[in-house]
Each structure stands twice: as C-alpha cells, then as structure tokens.
C-alpha cells in the first residue's frame, strides 16, 4: 500500500511541475534566454563576408 503511494505521489508531484511550466509559459522563456545567449555569443562574434 505504502508504495502505491509513493508511486502517486510521485506522478502527482510530476503533474503540478509540467502544469506550472504551461501556465506560466516558463519553456518559452527558457528558448527566449538561450536565444538571447546564442544570439549575443555567437552571431555577433562572426565574420562577415557581405556589408549589407
């Protein structure tokens, strides 16, 4: 009985974690920040073939 228990805790505990990351749209914000990191590290350290 004790590990039914755990075992729906558990997946209780899983399911309020991925609905706070839906309602409060935090994998989006996540891509925004590695998208912002990416954009600041990467693309404006390359070399440019072409002046536009």
Known sequence: ???ILII???LLG???VTFA???FNLD???VRVVYDWLWKNR???MKR???L
């Open 1 to 3: 009985m004790n590990v």
């Open 8 to 10: 729906l805790g558990v």
């Open 14 to 16: 899983l399911f309020v």
């Open 21 to 23: 990351i839906y309602w």
């Open 28 to 30: 989006m914000k996540l």
């Open 43 to 45: 693309y404006d350290k």
């Open 49 to 51: 073939d072409k002046k």
